[in-house]
């Protein structure tokens, strides 16, 4: 039984378009350019919520991927429209946890679902909180 | 004397937003991924023109790149929106060469200026009517 | 507590050394990246038992991951080296898990630990006995 | 004509092995992944003469490219081993014009062709002396 996706169950949405350059000779997306979907709209989700990675890494403050789920239901191909959804869900003080989706334009079929766990550091790499996740669920 | 670029120059456009992940240690995106952002612009160029890049592969046709030009102006930061254009010229019934500029937004600051010259090739490699590059000028 | 890593569980490694451009703007590996490190190893790897993906792709046989869960544990930084480890476990006729880990060098560092279910699929994307899980055991 | 490459011309040269996941989907290496094999030889290169790109990164010294110049010759395919070769040109003190050249293995194939400038940039972006260039001349 694969995984399903609820469309409706994401707070942020972003739509993307496959570039020919990330696929592959099977013609279809590579696997560890999905990770870079996932990011980017974590990233803009986060912005949008006044939490800017940039921002972040001036200051020495590090916001870490600790731990990914990934599972791949359906493959991109070249030209595809998609997009990728996002909810974060508070674990503790420096933890948080993002539940992804990508799912395919214009049927909404279910590409990917991620599981992905953040957490906030200190300097020396150690968990801390750093007010940033504090943002995030404010 | 810096190149200059003429943001009316151009055939077509594209908006971009820069991703995080497309950023190197310098905070700037890395010079390889502007090469990124050139052929992604031109393949929606051409399949505005009704050249599928992904169908030619698939039919055993070859359109490469035989030689490219960039200079490097000025450098795209993490969050900040830029456009690509592009405009093509027909050097022989062969070869075009597509005259391509990038454009920091809202201030049009010119990122890069680059020449891309392309092939259409047999199922040899070698130089060969293929139709493709008539599809782009008529 | 942190997933461990037996430097010696594995039966095969590769040795690889980070690129200025897979570090992002962190002066770290991009996580995305790690995933490119593991693909690669599983890649030779498999062709060390007679199965390249490449000619695969050709013959239009396929072999997709699934599903993977990765623990980032620590970030590699540039200029270091590492190396990456696979073994292999068979589930079923068409379904293999690789165990992978990625650890620094010299020290043995471990850096990520890494669970990837691939599985062999018939032209219309089911799951299919092909022939190539059973080269991966023999 | 096609640019020729003398393999005996260049001071340093780095092997290198295609991996899968920098073939696109002709199956063959993405024009801007070149880029990357390029940059990575010209770091270790100027390593080797005590020039540390991701220190002089933290020092907040800049050595930029300002153009490049690629000859495409022959695609490389996925599996296929090569190697890049670079020299160095001294242009003035803070500019350097790097030869590069990538050949596949073992028949020295010539596969691409590369004229790299770089200049040396102060914080605020201008050319300057920055003792860098020295390092790679003396």
């Not at 993307?16 to 870079?36: H, K, L, P």
Request: proline content about 6%.
């Amino acid at each position: 039984m694969k995984p399903k996706i609820d469309p409706d169950a994401f707070a942020f949405r972003l739509p993307f378009e496959v570039r020919d350059y990330e696929c592959d000779m099977e013609g279809i997306v590579n696997n560890a350019v999905y990770q870079n979907y996932l990011e980017h709209t974590r990233h803009v989700f986060m912005r949008g919520r006044g939490v800017d990675f940039a921002a972040l890494v001036r200051e020495g403050v590090h916001l870490v991927v600790t731990r990914i789920e990934i599972d791949y239901l359906w493959p991109l191909r070249a030209g595809e429209s998609f997009w990728v959804g996002v909810s974060v869900e508070r674990m503790s003080p420096v933890r948080a946890r993002f539940h992804q989706g990508i799912l395919r334009e214009p049927d909404n079929r279910p590409v990917l679902k991620a599981l992905v766990t953040g957490a906030s550091l200190d300097a020396r790499g150690r968990p801390a909180r750093t007010g940033v996740l504090a943002k995030l669920f404010d």
